[in-house]
């Protein structure tokens, strides 16, 4: 069975910290890609940063990085410096083999002044 | 640019009526899809495809249509439209092992 999940519903921090966001999948694929994707209140649903489940170094885009412990099923976002403009949903997603890709449900975030 | 457009933005449907949800990519992307996102919760995937003239169900294809007449044209219908298909339609395209692209969304008010 393929499966994410995300068991923060929202998350609130001030600006300028840091925030993690826990992610963990579940896969029978040797091999798959894990993403993250942020929702904007408009609704627009935008790329943020990916791992591929075969490198071992983090992915780091921007303000946006990876804590990916494949041991654990486990693939974190780390985002530094947090603006206000952070503030959105949060989607974690995995890929398989057949192209296609399962989401989590989702972490709110709010970054406050 | 490349993009993904869907149309129309938002629509009110009368129960038992049909619906065609539309999109279109410049991407030059295989693989297209078609979510459904309910307030509040994530994406489930309704239909898909990866080549024209063919569609895939997805998890809750129930209610549901595909067409993919071309590469670039991937459309949802709903025959009989029911109240509890009213949600937030994303259409998607995507390379092999690739992220997806999203569309900017269907508003869906089936009354």
């Known amino acids: 069975a393929q499966k994410v999940t995300q068991t923060q519903t929202s998350i609130s921090v001030m600006e300028k910290t840091t925030v993690t966001m826990d992610c963990v999948y579940e896969?029978?694929?040797?091999?798959?890609?894990l993403f993250w994707y942020k929702q904007t209140a408009s609704g627009e649903i935008v790329f943020l940063i990916r791992q591929d489940s075969y490198k071992k170094e983090n992915a780091t885009v921007g303000h946006y990085s990876l804590n990916f412990q494949k041991p654990k099923s486990s693939i974190g976002l780390i985002i530094t410096a947090t603006q206000i403009e952070d503030s959105a949903v949060y989607f974690c997603?995995?890929?398989?083999?057949?192209?296609?890709?399962?989401f989590g449900d989702g972490t709110q975030l709010v970054v406050k002044p | 640019e490349a993009a993904v457009t869907q149309s129309p933005r938002s629509k009110v449907a009368v129960t038992g009526g049909k619906v065609t949800l539309s999109c279109h990519q410049t991407n030059n992307h295989d693989y297209m899809y078609w979510y459904r996102q309910d307030t509040g919760h994530g994406l489930r995937l309704i239909h898909y495809s990866y080549v024209a003239d063919s569609t895939e169900k997805g998890d809750i294809p129930d209610g549901y249509k595909a067409s993919r007449p071309s590469q670039e044209n991937f459309s949802l219908i709903l025959e009989l439209a029911s109240l509890s298909q009213t949600a937030v339609y994303f259409c998607?395209?995507?390379?092999?092992?690739?992220?997806?692209?999203f569309g900017s969304g269907t508003r869906l008010l089936v009354i």
């Open positions: 997603a995995m890929r398989n083999n057949n192209n296609r890709i399962f």
């Open positions: 896969t029978q694929d040797s091999s798959y890609f």
């Open positions: 998607a395209s995507s390379r092999q092992n690739s992220d997806y692209t």
